[in-house]
């Protein structure tokens, strides 16, 4: 067996000798084909086939497998005949027979030429086409998409496609939406769907978000008015949320917008053999989860300082000049935290403490006297003093130092270190003369 | 110190008393680490004595007091150009000690400047020399145990050299007189420094303050008419003395 070449997309035909006059007593047929899920438009260029009554005597016939779509002959001038003039011809299917027939003579004075005619491939909408009368119904039984040589048949949300290729089946469970937002609809929304519908949805995105429900459209589920009130007992959508009761939906009223604390929300669409509900419409979202807004820090700040704070949110806490990092009684370079997806910070807040110079450097033949108390957090103020008069201080008595925030003690006249200089050749007592 | 005086308690407090293998010499306190003396109370002939062999006494007016009292020195510095095997060359009569252990310093012991800058030895003006050597002249020389101090006037090159030609005459070998040395004395004797004061402070003051002006060096026999004590120069040794202390 060879495979089938592939039919023309398009072509030509003319009589047999053409533009010459066409021989007597022809009878010739053309077969054209087209691929599957094509029809073939026919247009003539040209015809000049012997006019008569009927086309009694010479004729070109185009036909559908035996249904006669023309029969041809004449010229654009002749007053007898049939001339398609410039209307193409289409054919139902992907076929076309063109059947060319001559008798034995021809008037005398005019040599008629016969015929040239081109055809195409036109893609059939098979979805814009009648019922088939077989009884079969609708090609598809819920959305026909047209496809260039053929078409496809699809379904609404909740059903999916049979085996056949034309039908739908409900089919509305394990639906699972992970995307961001995204919208969902009860099947066959807005239209009723059939009964005994048992629909599960399951919107779950990533851990740190929440997901807020919006019923934006019409709501119709069917409810049962008792003396105890409304109640869901046929039909209902279940919004059902880890380690929470679940609410059952039902009414003509839209619950409206509704914020799901959790990051997982089941929907369970449900109704019996009996009554009628039009379904819902929702639009879902997520939203970072929040952690509480941190509190103020003495001797330092808060950055970013916002309204609120979400997740993976940071927050960085610096002291005031003169004051340190500290978390667990331990002095930390810095600090950071962020927004955890339980909504807490992963770290607590630190506090800020007075730094110290440490007990200042011990003097040589001197002391240390603190002016400001006897502290040596920052900007203390301190006094180098020298054991006078057998030593003086270098840059002089009043020389003050002072705890710095890089925890320094630094002089007001930039010496490093004290230093004790000795005093040379200055005693305490002295020779004294008297006598003359 | 011949013809001097007892010295009260803390008025000299940079005097320092060395024992050099016994023999008594002078010296003075000049920083917490540092004693200036003169190069010939640490030789003996070219050799620098053992450290061992120093003791240094330092806040004493008494010797009998408190002689356990002593440090040894880490490291002596004798100046490179003393050469002076026979007794008859004492230029560059000068030496430095350095202590093991800086000293506080207090009443009774405390640090002579050195020369200021620019210091001038003006003939006539009168100096504070000081010691724990003899007391007595050449016939009778006694031996104090307390610190005697003396006023002494400078005394001009000129003067000083003539009295050393006049002694030339019956001596066979004299000391000469450099420009690192100045004489300081009166013509009519009686009033000198002397053996046991080698090393020790010749001070003069300059707004209040002493400095060292001189180191007992050397000298024609003790308090003799026409006679005068000489002093290395210090003024001259400045650097050298900055220079030992930086490197050591």
Redesign the interface.
């Known amino acids: 067996c060879w495979p089938l070449p592939d039919p023309p997309m398009h072509g030509e035909v003319h009589s047999p000798g053409y533009p010459r006059p066409y021989p007597h007593n022809l009878q010739q047929q053309w077969d054209l084909h087209v691929p599957e899920g094509y029809q073939i438009r026919l247009t003539f260029t040209h015809l000049d086939i012997e006019a008569s009554a009927d086309c009694y005597y010479d004729s070109l016939s185009v036909l559908y497998g035996e249904k006669l779509l023309g029969k041809f002959c004449g010229n654009e001038n002749s007053a007898d005949g049939h001339h398609p003039g410039n209307h193409p011809i289409l054919s139902p299917g992907n076929s076309l027979k063109l059947k060319f027939q001559t008798d034995g003579n021809n008037p005398e004075r005019h040599q008629n030429v016969g015929f040239s005619a081109q055809y195409q491939a036109i893609d059939i909408d098979e979805c814009s086409a009648a019922e088939p009368e077989d009884g079969s119904g609708p090609l598809c039984s819920q959305i026909c998409l047209n496809t260039l040589g053929s078409y496809l048949c699809s379904c609404h949300h909740g059903y999916e496609l049979r085996s056949d290729q034309r039908s739908c089946v409900l089919s509305c469970s394990g639906g699972l939406f992970d995307e961001p937002k995204g919208h969902l609809s009860s099947p066959g929304y807005p239209s009723p769907p059939p009964h005994g519908v048992s629909c599960q949805y399951v919107i779950a995105v990533e851990s740190g978000f929440t997901i807020s429900l919006n019923f934006t459209d019409k709501f119709n589920i069917e409810s049962v008015h008792t003396e105890e009130g409304r109640q869901c007992l046929h039909h209902w959508l279940e919004v059902a949320i880890a380690e929470e009761k679940s609410i059952k939906l039902c009414g003509d009223e839209s619950p409206g917008l509704m914020h799901i604390n959790s990051n997982v929300v089941r929907l369970n669409y449900h109704t019996d053999d009996a009554g009628q509900s039009s379904g819902w419409s929702l639009d879902y979202s997520t939203q970072r989860v929040k952690c509480p807004v941190p509190g103020n820090i003495a001797n330092g700040r808060v950055t970013p300082r916002l309204t609120e704070y979400f997740y993976r949110d940071y927050i960085y806490v610096r002291c005031d000049q003169g004051y340190k990092i500290m978390t667990g009684g331990q002095e930390i370079d810095s600090f950071s935290t962020m927004c955890q997806s339980n909504g807490q910070w992963h770290l607590k807040l630190p506090e800020c403490h007075l730094i110290d110079c440490g007990e200042p450097e011990p003097l040589l033949?001197g002391g240390v006297t603190f002016l400001s108390g006897y502290q040596n957090q920052y900007l203390s103020v301190i006094q180098y003093h020298c054991?006078e008069p057998?030593?003086f201080l270098l840059g002089g008595a009043n020389v003050t130092f002072t705890c710095e925030a890089d925890r320094v003690w630094r002089s007001s006249i930039d010496i490093v270190s004290p230093t004790c200089i000795?005093?040379?050749?200055?005693?305490?007592?002295?020779?004294s003369y008297y006598q003359r | 110190i011949i013809g001097g005086?007892d010295?009260?308690?803390?008025?000299?407090?940079?005097q320092v008393l060395l024992s050099v293998s016994g023999d008594r010499g002078g010296g003075m306190v000049?920083?917490?680490r540092w004693i200036m003396t003169a190069a010939h109370v640490l030789m003996r002939g070219s050799q620098v004595v053992p450290s061992s062999t120093v003791r240094i006494y330092m806040g004493l007016n008494e010797v009998t007091e408190n002689l356990s009292a002593y440090v040894f020195p880490s490291s002596l510095h004798v100046h490179p150009e003393y050469h002076n095997p026979r007794h008859t060359d004492f230029n560059n009569d000068i030496a430095l000690i350095k202590l093991q252990d800086p000293i506080?310093?207090?009443?009774s012991i405390?640090?002579?400047?050195?020369p200021p800058e620019g210091a001038e030895y003006e003939t006539g003006v009168i100096g504070?020399v000081s010691g724990f050597g003899t007391t007595g002249t050449i016939n009778k020389r006694i031996l104090t145990n307390k610190l005697k101090?003396l006023n002494l006037p400078l005394v001009s090159q000129q003067t000083c050299s003539a009295s050393m030609t006049s002694l030339r005459r019956g001596t066979s070998e004299i000391p000469n007189l450099t420009d690192n040395m100045f004489c300081a004395g009166i013509p009519e004797g009686g009033k000198d420094s002397c053996q046991g004061d080698s090393g020790g402070p010749f001070?003069l003051?300059e707004n209040?303050?002493?400095?060292a002006a001189g180191i007992v060096s050397w000298g024609a026999n003790c308090g003799m008419k026409d006679r005068y004590g000489v002093y290395t120069r210090v003024a001259n040794y400045v650097n050298w003395i900055k220079k030992t202390m930086q490197e050591n």
């Open positions: 033949n054991n057998f030593y000795p005093v040379c050749g200055q005693p305490t007592k002295h020779i | 005086s010295a009260p308690d803390d008025t000299i407090p940079w000049i920083a917490d506080t310093f207090h009443s405390m640090p002579v400047c050195l504070l101090y001070t003051t209040g303050r002493f400095w």
